[in-house]
T-cell receptor, first 112, second 116 residues
């Protein structure tokens, strides 16, 4: 158990819909990262937050947005969903001055 | 960020030592090298991290030559449970949390196990 909690674990929805994925980082971790992993693909970096502020942005679509709240949990919002958005979405957190990312178990999104 | 290149897959025999090499020709002075392991449908798990020479822990060893343009992850006596994808990452650890470090995972190396 990495200490990072992601909900929901599984989500099935239809094209055009909107979903929210939630991540609770490890206690004390200020930084949260979101990654997308499609079938048989590597991990694509989406976005990073540090103590509530966006710090880095990767190949995140305009239909996607994220935020980190004062209690440090983070949410990834996916809207106008398309079939190609079906993937595993991982959240990771890290401590200050450490080199290790701790990943959650992921949220598997299926868009039908 | 330094780009990394790894073999797409490697075969191994149970009980054999496996070495996976990662190339990172444009590694920067402050960059560290980190390896992660990922099983299907699970999040990646940290294996080992190093800056230069050799690092060893209870799971693996990491060899980094003097020019730091490559690194080799060594897994001793692999078993079926080591069948996973292994990712090499290079980045400035100082920027990991506060400086906007776009930690990018490459395609990784799929370790495949063949019965001996």
């Amino acid at each position: 158990d990495s200490g990072v909690t992601q909900t929901p674990k599984h989500l099935i929805t239809a094209t055009g819909q909107r979903v929210t994925l939630r991540c609770s980082p490890r206690s004390g971790d200020l930084s949260v990262y979101w990654y997308q992993q499609s079938l048989d693909q590597g991990l694509q970096f989406l976005i990073q937050y540090y103590n509530g502020e966006e710090r880095a942005k990767g190949n995140i679509l305009e239909r996607f947005s994220a935020q980190q709240f004062p209690d440090l949990h983070s949410e990834l919002n996916l809207s106008s969903l398309e079939l190609g958005d079906s993937a595993l979405y991982f959240c990771a957190s890290s401590v200050v001055q450490a080199g290790e990312l701790f990943f959650g178990e992921g949220s598997r999104l299926t868009v039908l | 960020l330094a780009k990394t290149t790894q073999p797409i897959s490697m075969d191994s025999y149970e009980g054999q030592e496996v070495n996976i090499t990662c190339s990172h020709n444009n590694i920067a002075t402050n960059d560290y090298i980190t390896w992660y392991q990922q099983f299907p449908s699970q999040g990646p798990r940290f294996i080992i991290q190093g800056y230069k020479t050799k690092v060893t822990n209870e799971v693996a060893s990491l060899f980094i030559p003097a020019d730091r343009k490559s690194s080799t992850l060594s897994l001793p006596r692999v078993s079926l449970s080591d069948t996973a994808v292994y990712y090499c990452l290079v980045g400035d650890r100082r920027k990991l949390t506060g400086g906007g470090n776009k930690l990018t995972f490459g395609t990784g190396t799929q370790l495949k196990k063949w019965n001996s």
